[in-house]
């Protein structure tokens, strides 16, 4: 772990903040840098909708399907998912820990007419302060800490009783290395090299696991896969590269 300006314990890698800093005034353009997750996006959140729906006896098909629901979303970039969350009506909270991100995802926020609370904060900093949410949020985020274990305790401290949180991240095997890397990377040039270390992946059951030790239930679990033919990404069983999980705290624990 590293430690932050005020003394408080921090999973930031500081080499990715600032290679994320650096991207930060592309994140609205759906044809640059960002322009996978863009095309990504729609998945993440129905995911997140049709489970927190579930999970609290909502209408996914509702346009205010989230309202009334707290929700924060880590890693939040310059505002993508937590645009979209904020208009099916959550109140949502979204952290990063890169002040170009943050700036950006204001000023979209304003223009959109949104009112989301952009905090260059770590979810640890939250969690020490008391904040707990409905929803817990970490997307595209635990393959860019410095310290994996810390940082889903801290995710899974903000999750209130009765609560969810839903984690994305990338598988550990050959098949990422290939199609995350090699193809993503270096020969389609999705992404700009250097976005990913294959050794930072995780794996389904070592973050189910680090999950379950902090006293979440896991639930559901799916892979993210891409069609070449149709230029879109789908859910899938398939979760060799890209996979999200879900988990809860029962109502009853503390």
């Known amino acids: 772990m590293t430690a932050t300006r005020d003394g408080d314990a921090s999973t930031i890698d500081a080499a990715e903040v600032a290679r994320f800093d650096a991207l930060a005034r592309s994140w609205w353009d759906p044809k640059g840098p960002m322009a996978v997750l ?42 993508v998912l937590s645009e979209p969350l904020a208009r099916l009506g959550a109140a949502v909270t979204g952290l990063d820990p890169a002040p170009t991100n943050i700036a950006v995802a204001r000023a979209h926020a304003e223009r959109s007419g949104l009112a989301i609370d952009y905090r260059g904060e770590t979810i640890e900093a939250l969690v020490s302060q008391g904040a707990r949410f409905d929803i817990v949020l970490a997307m595209e985020v635990v393959e860019h800490v410095a310290d994996v274990e810390a940082f889903v305790a801290s995710c899974c401290a903000a999750v209130r009783p009765g609560g969810l949180l839903v984690m994305a991240t990338l598988n550990r095997t050959l ?21 990913h270390d294959w050794n930072k992946f995780v794996t389904p059951e070592e973050l189910g696991g680090a999950i379950a030790r902090n006293g979440l239930e896991l639930g559901e679990g799916v892979g993210v896969v891409y069609n070449p033919i149709s230029d879109r990404w789908s859910a899938s069983r398939d979760m060799d590269v890209n996979y999200m999980l879900a988990a809860s705290r029962p109502q009853d624990q503390t």
């Open 175 to 195: 098949k990422s290395y290939a199609l995350a890397i090699v193809g993503a990377e270096y020969v389609l040039r999705w992404l700009p090299r250097g976005t």
């Open 38 to 79: 863009h095309k990504f996006n729609p998945v993440r959140l129905g995911f997140v909708r049709d489970l927190a729906c579930a999970r609290f006896g909502r209408d996914p098909r509702a346009l205010d399907a989230l309202q009334g629901l707290t929700l924060v979303d880590i890693g939040c970039g310059g505002g």
